[in-house]
């Protein structure tokens, strides 16, 4: 959240969150931002916190995509 315009790619979430050591599927990430995703819905944050950039990754948005 320190980098807000910041696109991470899935395996730098991966090498953020489970190390180097990692040897699952980097697609893991998808399945932990749909639910973080959904939990933010459930809490009615009112918008998409988390933004996907097709071909990239995702992005935060904390001011709901200003």
């Known amino acids: 959240m320190v980098r807000k315009s910041r ?3 899935r395996e730098e979430l991966v090498e953020r969150l489970w190390g180097y050591e990692y ?3 980097a ?3 998808d399945t932990h931002i749909r639910n973080i995703r959904e ?3 459930r809490a009615r944050l009112g918008y998409d916190s988390i933004q996907t ?3 990239i990754g995702y992005k935060f948005s ?3 995509g200003i």
Do not use: E, M, Y
């Open 7 to 9: 696109t991470f790619t």
């Open 23 to 25: 040897t699952g599927d």
């Open 27 to 29: 697609r893991i990430v």
């Open 39 to 41: 939990k933010l819905h």
């Open 53 to 55: 950039v097709w071909g």
């Open 62 to 64: 904390a001011l709901g």
